[in-house]
């Protein structure tokens, strides 16, 4: 069965911390792996997504995020935490013959100063 | 660019009542999606359009729940007989191309909460 594992609930980090959130996908076909934000009251907008080719992918407002096949994982990481990401961060998984997003029950981050 | 809006914002009805809730997509964009948000759970796939037709409706939960995309934009979701487990955030995604790989824009949803 194609599912989405977020093993954290809940995060609090310290301001300036650095942070990784946990992402374990079960997925029969080649995954396409995304990871999503919401901020209060706000839809889900796109952090980074990962189809082929390097494992280590770039996104916005400095995450990144590494696929490891072997693991069937896809962590999302920043060196550098800011108030403003204080959110609640979906990660999800798509791929060949289907359109859906699989979403994962969601990490809540909370930002102390 | 306008994103993705969806109305009304909040929804309250009353156990039984019809509700209708509107997507209108990014202009130009082939798919939309809707996803049900349970509260602290993460968004489930309902149903998907490609342009006006319904290519999957595995998702939706019984047959209280229907939806519509006559033209190929703007998208309706029709709940019948609300019940109160049908309280949840419905979103709706629109993406520029069919598939899963490219980019889905989110609405900010419409909260329902069925008294």
């Known amino acids: 069965a194609q599912s989405v594992t977020q093993p954290d609930i809940h995060i609090t980090v310290s301001e300036g911390a650095s942070l990784e959130l946990r992402c374990n996908y079960s997925?029969?076909?080649?995954?396409?792996l995304f990871w999503y934000v919401q901020s209060p009251g706000q839809g889900l907008q796109l952090l980074l997504k990962?189809?082929?080719?390097?494992?280590l992918v770039q996104g916005i407002k400095g995450f990144e995020a590494e696929f490891k096949r072997s693991q069937s994982s896809f962590n999302l990481r920043k060196p550098s935490v800011h108030w403003s990401d204080a959110a609640e961060y979906f990660c999800?998984?798509?791929?060949?013959?289907?359109?859906?997003?699989?979403f994962g029950t969601g990490t809540r981050l909370q930002v102390f100063p | 660019g306008a994103g993705v809006s969806q109305s009304p914002r909040y929804k309250v009805a009353k156990r039984g009542q019809d509700v209708a809730l509107r997507c209108d997509p990014i202009?130009?964009?082939?798919?939309l999606f809707w996803y049900q948000q349970a509260l602290g759970q993460g968004p489930e796939f309902l149903t998907y359009f490609q342009n006006e037709a319904q290519l999957d409706k595995s998702g939706l939960p019984s047959d209280r729940f229907f939806a519509e995309r006559p033209e190929g934009s703007v998208s309706t979701l029709k709940i019948q007989r609300t019940q109160q487990e049908d309280s949840a955030v419905y979103l709706c995604?629109?993406?520029?191309?069919?598939?899963?790989?490219?980019?889905?824009?989110f609405g900010p949803g419409t909260r329902l909460t069925v008294l």
């Open positions: 202009s130009g964009h082939v798919s």
């Open positions: 995604a629109s993406s520029k191309l069919a598939y899963s790989y490219n980019e889905q824009f």
């Open positions: 990962y189809f082929s080719g390097d494992t």
């Open positions: 999800a998984v798509g791929g060949t013959g289907t359109d859906k997003l699989i």
């Open positions: 997925y029969g076909a080649t995954p396409y």
